[in-house]
């Protein structure tokens, strides 16, 4: 199983090097979607800064969903120091098998964690299943812009080492991978968007 060491990547990484990211692809997520009441998932969402981000520009409910119980951990440090208790919280679980109803989630997002899953075909059936009809799907990972991916280059080049076995442990995805998956899922109406600046999946159910 994946581990890390979730307090260091949450302080050093998700609040570091990553802190302009989330806020940046929050925006384009309800841009895109539109989203901004109901249910929502972070999947696989470590410390909980995207769904955190989320919550910040939605009247949303969030929950942060991780494999890691430290990463829960965090997430719900983090909730707490943003004032969100009331409508954001945190759960242990797998993408594999995502403990919500059929038909129950507005909105599953999610920034790095499918390229980690076990199973992703697994996993984005798992996402089509929560997903209400109607409701929409924003799965990938990347850094929002180039110029915020130029930015974060730059600073990973004075610390080569502190995301190096992250790294190693990506799937590598190239587009076609992932279309092939939501075909066989016979999910329609996709989307998979694939630029220096990040890949998605975005599709509405």
């Known amino acids: 199983m994946y581990q890390m060491d979730a307090k260091e990547y949450n302080e050093n990484v998700?609040?570091?090097?990553?802190?302009?990211?989330?806020?940046?692809?929050?925006?384009?997520?309800?841009?895109?979607?539109?989203?901004?009441?109901?249910?929502?998932?972070?999947?696989?969402?470590?410390?909980?800064?995207?769904?955190?981000?989320?919550?910040?520009?939605?009247?949303?409910?969030?929950?942060?969903?991780?494999?890691?119980?430290?990463?829960?951990?965090?997430?719900?440090?983090?909730?707490?120091?943003?004032?969100?208790?009331?409508?954001?919280?945190?759960?242990?679980?797998?993408?594999?098998?995502?403990?919500?109803?059929?038909?129950?989630?507005?909105?599953?997002?999610?920034?790095?964690?499918?390229?980690?899953?076990?199973?992703?075909?697994?996993?984005?059936?798992?996402?089509?299943r929560v997903l209400k009809p109607g409701g929409w799907a924003y799965i990938g990972g990347g850094m929002g812009s180039i110029d915020l991916l130029l930015e974060i280059q730059i600073e990973r080049a004075k610390n080569p080492r502190q995301s190096e076995n992250r790294d190693k442990l990506r799937i590598p995805n190239p587009p076609g991978h992932f279309e092939a998956i939501l075909e066989e899922l016979h999910i329609t109406g996709f989307t998979v968007e694939n630029s220096m600046a990040g890949t998605w999946i975005i599709f509405r159910k």
């Open 14 to 128: 998700m609040k570091g090097l990553f802190r302009k990211v989330y806020p940046f692809i929050a925006d384009q997520i309800l841009e895109r979607t539109n989203v901004s009441r109901g249910h929502c998932i972070d999947l696989g969402g470590g410390p909980g800064m995207l769904g955190i981000s989320m919550a910040e520009i939605t009247d949303l409910n969030v929950v942060v969903y991780d494999l890691l119980p430290e990463c829960v951990e965090e997430a719900f440090r983090n909730i707490e120091e943003r004032n969100l208790g009331t409508r954001v919280s945190a759960r242990q679980g797998k993408a594999e098998n995502i403990e919500f109803p059929d038909n129950s989630i507005d909105l599953v997002i999610s920034r790095g964690s499918i390229f980690f899953w076990e199973d992703q075909k697994k996993g984005l059936s798992e996402v089509f």
